[in-house]
């Protein structure tokens, strides 16, 4: 079974940092892409970051470029969100996210963590 | 980046009503449009992935549709656990954008 454990979320000060983690099992991590996506209280869902199979090649939405940095380690299956100079507006349940094909950038996901939740206030 | 815009924004039906959700981009995906259902409380769930396949294990009442710009999701007879927000999603390309959400509730 396809399981994906995030950690690491909590309260943070406006400025502040905090770092992710989301855990794969039940499939072979390394062979496929991984997303990050968040969902403020109340609100839709917003794609934030995703990277390669390798963490070669990375991609951020507009609002978290420069600030977040999306990572992972294949060797213990897991995905990283390292979130840095944190606004008010980052304020979200963060989930990782795995498509449904290994190997393709574009897949849709079928597979989504339970989630995180990160609030940044002072 | 590619705007994706759903509608309505909110619908009230009967059981056994169908029920039809829009969504449309702002430029062309080609179908490379997918559906998700977001139950309260739950994590989103893949109903439909390149505009019109089923993905396994969803019920066949769900249909989805549209190529391009111009897309739909179908729920031939509304169910009580059909409560939820439904949102399309863009994945051609990225910034991978979502519609606003379409909540749907039983009348």
């Known amino acids: 079974e396809v399981q994906l454990v995030e950690s690491g979320g909590g309260l943070v000060q406006p400025g502040g940092s905090v770092r992710l983690s989301c855990v794969g099992s039940?499939?072979?991590?390394?062979?496929?892409?991984m997303h990050w996506v968040r969902q403020a209280p109340g609100k839709g869902l917003v794609w934030v970051s995703r990277i390669n199979t390798d963490g070669s090649s990375t991609s951020y939405a507009d609002s978290v470029k420069g600030r977040f940095t999306i990572s992972r380690d294949n060797a213990k299956n897991t995905l990283y969100l390292q979130m840095n100079s944190l606004r008010a507006e980052d304020s979200a349940v963060y989930f990782c996210a795995r498509g449904i094909s290994s190997g393709y950038s574009n897949s849709p996901w079928n597979s989504w963590g339970q989630g995180t939740l990160v609030t940044v206030s002072s | 980046d590619i705007q994706m815009t759903q509608s309505p924004s909110s619908l009230s039906a009967s059981v056994g009503d169908r029920v039809t959700i829009t969504c449309r981009a702002s430029?062309?995906?080609?179908?490379?449009l997918a559906w998700y259902r977001q139950k309260p409380g739950t994590v989103p769930k893949l109903l439909i992935y390149?505009?019109?396949t089923l993905q396994s294990g969803v019920p066949s009442r769900f249909s989805g549709g549209g190529s391009g710009t111009d897309f739909t999701l179908t729920i031939s007879s509304l169910q009580p656990e059909d409560v939820a927000t439904y949102y399309c999603q863009n994945y051609n390309s990225v910034p991978l954008t979502f519609g606003g959400g379409t909540k749907v509730e039983i009348k």
């Open positions: 430029q062309g995906i080609s179908n490379y």
């Open positions: 039940g499939f072979t991590f390394s062979s496929y892409w």
């Open positions: 390149a505009a019109s």
